[in-house]
């Protein structure tokens, strides 16, 4: 079921499948909801499915005004409030982690489990940077086309305003992570865009969170093994902590 929802002057698309807890996905950047399909969609066979298209991607229009990380936290948050109508089980993947991340941390009552896949605390966590110039790939483009209300002739607005948003952020520290009260899963590729390093220092900042390396996976894991990636995910989120027999981390 397809819908849309007025959000503090965004006009938000959203799906919504299966019935349950509440659990919303959040895209990557320069992405749609359709990050999820083949994977974790197959959640809504155990939970009610929120997968929402933020400001200027996929089938929601863009607005005046920058695209910032900060700016889709709180229309997630209004999203939580008003659609969702409480707390739910978050998962970001890629710039849609960051988006979780700045959520949990503004208003942790609206986020019960919290699910990181391939998403980084600070800008400096890519393996590979960014310069924002050169072409995007035409697939990128065409897929933008494909549902955009504004139509393929608005890419290069939101393109640019991605790129700065991108230049920007995040910039939150390991001090930052410490703010985190949800149980958190953190995942990634083991040849992920987001270098292994940061994503330890992500797993160890967040005091209640484990960690999931999927094998022989890049920052697609989640197209490259579905199975194994919503497998994870669906263990994380239904499942209790199981006693570990030789604890070092979580010894306290």
């Excluded at 959203?14 to 992405?31: A, C, I, K, R, T």
């Excluded at 110039?133 to 139509?151: A, I, K, L, R, T």
């Excluded at 865009?193 to 992500?202: F, G, I, Q, S, W």
């Amino acid at each position: 079921m397809a819908e849309y929802s007025e959000i503090d002057g965004v006009r938000t698309w959203y799906d919504e499948h299966g019935s349950g807890e509440p659990v919303v996905l959040l895209h990557g950047g320069f992405s749609d909801s359709r990050d999820f399909h083949g994977n974790l969609d197959a959640l809504a066979d155990g939970f009610r499915v929120l997968s929402p298209d933020r400001r200027g991607h996929g089938h929601t229009p863009d607005v005046e005004g920058p695209i910032t990380l900060e700016l889709m936290a709180e229309d997630t948050i209004g999203f939580l409030s008003t659609v969702v109508g409480g707390p739910a089980h978050l998962v970001g993947y890629s710039d849609g982690a960051a988006v979780a991340l700045l959520v949990a941390l503004r208003r942790p009552d609206l986020v019960r489990r919290l699910v990181l896949v391939s998403g980084v605390f600070h800008r400096d966590g890519f393996a590979v940077s960014f310069d924002g110039d050169g072409e995007m790939p035409q697939d990128v483009v065409d897929s933008y086309g494909e549902v955009s209300p504004d139509g393929i002739e608005h890419f290069p607005v939101v393109a640019e305003k991605m790129a700065r948003c991108s230049a920007a952020g995040p910039t939150l520290t390991a001090a930052d992570l410490g703010g985190v009260g949800s149980r958190t899963l953190v995942m990634t590729g083991d040849d992920d865009l987001v270098a292994l390093e940061h994503t330890l220092a992500l797993y160890r900042g967040v005091a209640e969170s484990e960690l999931a390396v999927v094998p022989g996976t890049s920052h697609l894991l989640l197209v490259e093994k579905p199975a194994v990636g919503t497998g994870i995910v669906r263990d994380f989120l239904t499942c209790d902590p199981v006693p570990t027999m030789l604890p070092l981390r979580r010894s306290s």
